[in-house]
C-alpha cells in the first residue's frame, strides 16, 4: 500500500463520511450540470475519488445502471456500499488510484470532486491526463472540481494545487474544450467556507 492509500484509508477508518472537510449533503452543482447533460439512464459514469458521497444514491435515484466509483480508500467505498444496501449490487465499487485506473471500458462522465487538486506533481497530473484520455469516450463529458485559485492551500494535511480555467485547459490539452466554469464556496461541517472551481469539459478527440 503506498503512502497515499494509507492516508485515505486512515481517514475514512478514524472519521465518519460526515466529519470530513469536503463532506456534502447534497451534491447540488455536480448533479445540477449532469442533469443538464441529459444523459440516458445507460450512460457509463465513473466518479473517480469517490469518498463516501452520495452522489451515487442520486444517480441511482435519477435511474442511472450503469455506475463505476473509484477510491483509494476501500474503507471510504465500504461506507457508501453500507449505506446503498441492497443498491449496492448496481455499483461497480475499485479501491485504487486514479492515476493508475484501468477500467476495461470507456465512459460518457468522468466526475471528480477534489482529486486533481491533490496531484501536485507534473508526472501524478501527466497520469491523470493520460487515465481521462484512456476512458473518455470522444464526445463525452468530464465534471473536475477543485480548489479554485485563492482557495484553501492545503487539505486533510496534504498540499493541494489550485485552478482555475486557465491551468485546467493547459493541463487537459487541445482534445477538450470548456463547455461551463462554476464557482462554489463550500461550508465544511464546522462551519467554514472553501472556494471551489468547477469545471464541465467536452472530449472533441
Same mark, same amino acid.
Given at each position: 500500500m503506498t503512502s497515499r492509500e494509507q492516508h485515505w484509508q486512515h481517514v475514512y477508518e478514524t472519521k465518519t463520511p460526515n466529519a470530513v472537510s469536503w463532506y456534502q449533503v447534497d451534491p447540488a452543482l455536480?448533479?445540477?450540470l449532469i442533469d443538464g447533460l441529459h444523459l440516458p439512464e445507460d450512460a457509463a459514469i465513473v466518479d473517480v475519488g469517490a469518498g463516501a458521497s452520495v452522489l451515487a444514491d442520486r444517480l441511482l435515484d435519477r435511474g442511472f445502471s450503469d455506475l463505476t466509483l @473509484? =477510491? !483509494?480508500a476501500a474503507s471510504a467505498l465500504a461506507h457508501t456500499? =453500507?449505506? %446503498?444496501g441492497a443498491r449496492a449490487a448496481a455499483v461497480e465499487f475499485i479501491p485504487g488510484d486514479v492515476t493508475r485506473l484501468s477500467l476495461g471500458h470507456k465512459v460518457d462522465l468522468w +466526475? =471528480?470532486?477534489? @482529486?486533481l487538486h491533490f496531484l501536485t506533481s507534473a508526472d501524478d497530473r501527466a497520469r491523470y491526463r493520460g487515465a481521462l484520455d484512456a476512458h473518455l469516450k470522444p464526445g463525452? +463529458?468530464?465534471?473536475?472540481?477543485?480548489f479554485a485559485v485563492g482557495g484553501p492551500e492545503k487539505c486533510s494535511g496534504l498540499p493541494v494545487r489550485q485552478y482555475d480555467a486557465?491551468? %485546467?485547459?493547459? %493541463? !487537459?490539452? =487541445?482534445g477538450y474544450e470548456l463547455v461551463n466554469e462554476c464557482f462554489e464556496e463550500h461550508t465544511t461541517p464546522w462551519g467554514s467556507t472553501q472556494a471551489f472551481a468547477?469545471? %464541465?469539459v467536452r472530449k472533441v478527440a
Open positions: 455536480s448533479l445540477g @473509484v =477510491d !483509494l456500499r =453500507d449505506r %446503498l +466526475h =471528480d470532486r477534489a @482529486v463525452g +463529458h468530464a465534471i473536475i472540481a477543485t486557465a491551468r %485546467l485547459m493547459d %493541463l !487537459l490539452g =487541445d468547477c469545471f %464541465l
